[in-house]
T-cell receptor, first 113, second 114 residues
Protein backbone atom coordinates (compact mmCIF):
# COMPACT_ATOMS: atom_id res chain seq x y z
CA UNK A 1 0.00 0.00 0.00
CA UNK A 2 1.14 3.53 -0.68
CA UNK A 3 0.29 6.93 0.73
CA UNK A 4 1.35 10.54 0.28
CA UNK A 5 1.31 13.38 2.78
CA UNK A 6 1.69 16.94 1.62
CA UNK A 7 2.52 19.23 4.53
CA UNK A 8 0.64 22.48 4.25
CA UNK A 9 -2.56 22.77 2.27
CA UNK A 10 -1.71 26.40 1.49
CA UNK A 11 1.70 28.02 1.03
CA UNK A 12 2.11 31.74 0.40
CA UNK A 13 5.36 33.31 -0.84
CA UNK A 14 6.46 36.65 -2.22
CA UNK A 15 7.50 37.00 -5.82
CA UNK A 16 11.21 36.20 -6.07
CA UNK A 17 11.28 34.15 -2.88
CA UNK A 18 12.14 30.47 -2.53
CA UNK A 19 9.32 28.02 -3.09
CA UNK A 20 9.36 24.85 -0.94
CA UNK A 21 6.46 22.39 -1.11
CA UNK A 22 6.78 19.34 1.10
CA UNK A 23 5.89 15.77 0.26
CA UNK A 24 6.42 12.61 2.29
CA UNK A 25 5.46 9.20 1.03
CA UNK A 26 4.99 5.66 2.21
CA UNK A 27 5.55 2.73 -0.10
CA UNK A 28 6.14 -0.99 0.35
CA UNK A 29 8.05 -1.17 -2.94
CA UNK A 30 10.65 1.14 -4.50
CA UNK A 31 8.61 4.23 -5.33
CA UNK A 32 8.20 6.24 -8.46
CA UNK A 33 7.43 9.82 -7.45
CA UNK A 34 5.75 12.65 -9.32
CA UNK A 35 4.86 16.29 -8.94
CA UNK A 36 1.94 17.65 -10.94
CA UNK A 37 0.62 21.21 -11.24
CA UNK A 38 -3.00 22.21 -11.76
CA UNK A 39 -4.27 25.62 -12.78
CA UNK A 40 -7.91 26.51 -12.00
CA UNK A 41 -10.46 24.40 -13.87
CA UNK A 42 -7.78 22.55 -15.82
CA UNK A 43 -6.27 19.08 -15.84
CA UNK A 44 -2.98 18.12 -14.23
CA UNK A 45 0.36 18.75 -15.92
CA UNK A 46 3.48 16.79 -15.02
CA UNK A 47 6.23 18.96 -13.53
CA UNK A 48 8.82 16.27 -12.88
CA UNK A 49 9.27 12.65 -11.92
CA UNK A 50 11.69 10.36 -10.14
CA UNK A 51 11.96 6.75 -11.26
CA UNK A 52 15.54 5.55 -10.77
CA UNK A 53 19.01 7.02 -10.93
CA UNK A 54 19.87 10.59 -9.98
CA UNK A 55 18.01 11.65 -6.88
CA UNK A 56 17.89 15.34 -7.82
CA UNK A 57 15.34 15.73 -10.55
CA UNK A 58 14.84 18.85 -12.64
CA UNK A 59 11.51 19.65 -14.19
CA UNK A 60 9.74 22.31 -16.19
CA UNK A 61 9.40 25.98 -15.23
CA UNK A 62 12.55 25.92 -13.06
CA UNK A 63 11.25 23.42 -10.50
CA UNK A 64 13.30 20.62 -9.03
CA UNK A 65 12.84 17.91 -6.40
CA UNK A 66 15.15 15.66 -4.45
CA UNK A 67 14.35 12.06 -3.59
CA UNK A 68 15.56 11.25 -0.08
CA UNK A 69 14.97 7.60 0.68
CA UNK A 70 16.09 7.85 4.32
CA UNK A 71 13.55 10.62 4.95
CA UNK A 72 10.88 9.18 2.61
CA UNK A 73 10.59 12.66 1.15
CA UNK A 74 10.31 14.25 -2.27
CA UNK A 75 10.10 17.99 -1.65
CA UNK A 76 9.57 20.41 -4.55
CA UNK A 77 11.61 23.61 -4.77
CA UNK A 78 12.10 26.62 -6.99
CA UNK A 79 14.71 29.27 -6.19
CA UNK A 80 12.63 32.28 -7.22
CA UNK A 81 8.84 32.35 -7.37
CA UNK A 82 7.02 33.95 -10.27
CA UNK A 83 3.43 35.14 -10.32
CA UNK A 84 2.67 32.48 -12.93
CA UNK A 85 3.62 29.75 -10.42
CA UNK A 86 0.39 30.34 -8.50
CA UNK A 87 -1.49 27.05 -8.79
CA UNK A 88 -2.23 23.84 -6.91
CA UNK A 89 0.53 21.25 -6.71
CA UNK A 90 0.08 17.53 -6.21
CA UNK A 91 2.63 14.94 -5.18
CA UNK A 92 1.97 11.34 -6.25
CA UNK A 93 3.54 7.92 -5.75
CA UNK A 94 3.39 4.73 -7.76
CA UNK A 95 5.15 1.42 -7.50
CA UNK A 96 2.86 -1.41 -8.33
CA UNK A 97 2.26 -3.33 -11.51
CA UNK A 98 -1.20 -1.84 -12.00
CA UNK A 99 0.21 1.60 -12.82
CA UNK A 100 -1.96 3.25 -10.20
CA UNK A 101 -0.96 6.60 -8.74
CA UNK A 102 -1.75 7.64 -5.19
CA UNK A 103 -2.06 11.41 -4.80
CA UNK A 104 -1.60 13.74 -1.89
CA UNK A 105 -4.34 16.20 -1.05
CA UNK A 106 -2.54 19.05 -2.78
CA UNK A 107 -0.87 22.33 -1.81
CA UNK A 108 -2.22 25.62 -3.06
CA UNK A 109 0.63 28.02 -3.82
CA UNK A 110 -0.10 31.74 -3.68
CA UNK A 111 2.51 34.20 -4.97
CA UNK A 112 2.26 37.75 -3.65
CA UNK A 113 3.61 40.73 -5.61
CA UNK B 1 -1.68 16.73 -31.68
CA UNK B 2 -1.94 13.75 -29.39
CA UNK B 3 -3.81 14.08 -26.17
CA UNK B 4 -6.85 13.34 -24.05
CA UNK B 5 -10.18 15.02 -24.64
CA UNK B 6 -13.03 15.18 -22.17
CA UNK B 7 -16.43 16.48 -23.04
CA UNK B 8 -18.29 18.49 -22.12
CA UNK B 9 -16.27 20.95 -20.01
CA UNK B 10 -19.32 21.77 -17.86
CA UNK B 11 -22.32 19.52 -17.30
CA UNK B 12 -25.51 20.18 -15.39
CA UNK B 13 -28.03 17.53 -14.42
CA UNK B 14 -31.03 17.10 -12.21
CA UNK B 15 -30.86 14.77 -9.25
CA UNK B 16 -31.97 11.23 -10.12
CA UNK B 17 -30.63 11.29 -13.68
CA UNK B 18 -27.76 9.20 -14.94
CA UNK B 19 -25.08 11.11 -16.85
CA UNK B 20 -22.18 9.90 -18.99
CA UNK B 21 -18.85 11.71 -19.19
CA UNK B 22 -16.73 11.20 -22.27
CA UNK B 23 -12.99 10.49 -22.34
CA UNK B 24 -11.08 9.88 -25.57
CA UNK B 25 -7.32 9.56 -26.12
CA UNK B 26 -5.23 9.32 -29.27
CA UNK B 27 -1.95 8.57 -27.50
CA UNK B 28 -2.23 4.83 -28.11
CA UNK B 29 -2.11 4.29 -24.35
CA UNK B 30 -3.25 0.99 -22.94
CA UNK B 31 -4.32 2.06 -19.46
CA UNK B 32 -6.97 4.66 -18.64
CA UNK B 33 -8.24 6.07 -15.35
CA UNK B 34 -11.07 8.12 -13.90
CA UNK B 35 -10.53 10.37 -10.88
CA UNK B 36 -12.84 12.53 -8.85
CA UNK B 37 -11.55 15.79 -7.39
CA UNK B 38 -13.19 17.66 -4.51
CA UNK B 39 -11.72 20.75 -2.79
CA UNK B 40 -9.11 19.72 -0.23
CA UNK B 41 -9.45 16.02 -1.05
CA UNK B 42 -6.88 15.59 -3.77
CA UNK B 43 -7.64 13.07 -6.52
CA UNK B 44 -9.48 9.88 -5.72
CA UNK B 45 -9.51 6.93 -8.13
CA UNK B 46 -12.93 5.80 -9.33
CA UNK B 47 -12.16 3.13 -11.95
CA UNK B 48 -9.25 2.10 -14.11
CA UNK B 49 -8.71 -0.10 -17.12
CA UNK B 50 -5.44 -1.65 -18.27
CA UNK B 51 -6.76 -3.32 -21.43
CA UNK B 52 -9.84 -3.29 -23.61
CA UNK B 53 -12.89 -5.08 -22.17
CA UNK B 54 -11.41 -5.13 -18.69
CA UNK B 55 -11.60 -2.65 -15.81
CA UNK B 56 -11.21 -2.56 -12.03
CA UNK B 57 -12.80 -0.59 -9.23
CA UNK B 58 -10.77 2.10 -7.60
CA UNK B 59 -11.21 3.53 -4.13
CA UNK B 60 -14.61 5.17 -4.63
CA UNK B 61 -16.42 3.15 -7.33
CA UNK B 62 -19.87 3.06 -5.69
CA UNK B 63 -22.45 4.88 -7.79
CA UNK B 64 -20.29 4.86 -10.93
CA UNK B 65 -19.94 2.55 -13.93
CA UNK B 66 -17.54 2.38 -16.88
CA UNK B 67 -16.98 0.53 -20.13
CA UNK B 68 -13.89 -0.05 -22.25
CA UNK B 69 -15.00 -1.28 -25.65
CA UNK B 70 -12.27 0.54 -27.55
CA UNK B 71 -8.68 1.32 -26.63
CA UNK B 72 -9.26 5.01 -27.27
CA UNK B 73 -12.40 5.48 -25.19
CA UNK B 74 -13.27 5.08 -21.50
CA UNK B 75 -16.65 6.68 -20.70
CA UNK B 76 -17.79 7.13 -17.11
CA UNK B 77 -21.45 6.99 -16.10
CA UNK B 78 -22.47 8.73 -12.90
CA UNK B 79 -25.61 6.94 -11.78
CA UNK B 80 -28.45 8.15 -9.61
CA UNK B 81 -27.04 5.92 -6.86
CA UNK B 82 -24.07 8.26 -6.40
CA UNK B 83 -25.06 10.26 -3.34
CA UNK B 84 -22.91 13.33 -3.95
CA UNK B 85 -22.08 13.51 -7.66
CA UNK B 86 -21.19 17.20 -7.92
CA UNK B 87 -17.42 17.30 -8.48
CA UNK B 88 -14.63 17.81 -10.99
CA UNK B 89 -13.90 14.62 -12.94
CA UNK B 90 -10.53 13.92 -14.52
CA UNK B 91 -9.59 11.23 -17.01
CA UNK B 92 -6.00 10.06 -17.45
CA UNK B 93 -4.03 7.51 -19.43
CA UNK B 94 -0.63 5.88 -19.43
CA UNK B 95 1.44 3.47 -21.44
CA UNK B 96 1.54 -0.03 -20.04
CA UNK B 97 4.75 -2.00 -20.10
CA UNK B 98 7.04 0.92 -19.34
CA UNK B 99 8.73 1.73 -16.09
CA UNK B 100 7.66 5.32 -15.67
CA UNK B 101 3.95 5.03 -14.75
CA UNK B 102 3.54 8.65 -15.79
CA UNK B 103 -0.11 9.56 -16.31
CA UNK B 104 -1.37 12.12 -18.79
CA UNK B 105 -4.52 14.04 -17.89
CA UNK B 106 -7.43 15.45 -19.80
CA UNK B 107 -8.84 18.94 -19.12
CA UNK B 108 -11.62 17.66 -16.86
CA UNK B 109 -15.42 17.85 -16.71
CA UNK B 110 -17.15 19.81 -13.98
CA UNK B 111 -20.44 18.12 -13.12
CA UNK B 112 -23.10 19.94 -11.15
CA UNK B 113 -26.17 18.05 -9.98
CA UNK B 114 -29.07 19.94 -8.47
Amino acid sequence: AQSVTQLGSHVSVSEGALVLLRCNYSSSVPPYLFWYVQYPNQGLQLLLKYTTGATLVKGINGFEAEFKKSETSFHLTKPSAHMSDAAEYFCAVSGGSNYKLTFGKGTLLTVNP
Amino acid sequence: DGGITQSPKYLFRKEGQNVTLSCEQNLNHDAMYWYRQDPGQGLRLIYYSQIVNDFQKGDIAEGYSVSREKKESFPLTVTSAQKNPTAFYLCASTVSGTSSYEQYFGPGTRLTVT
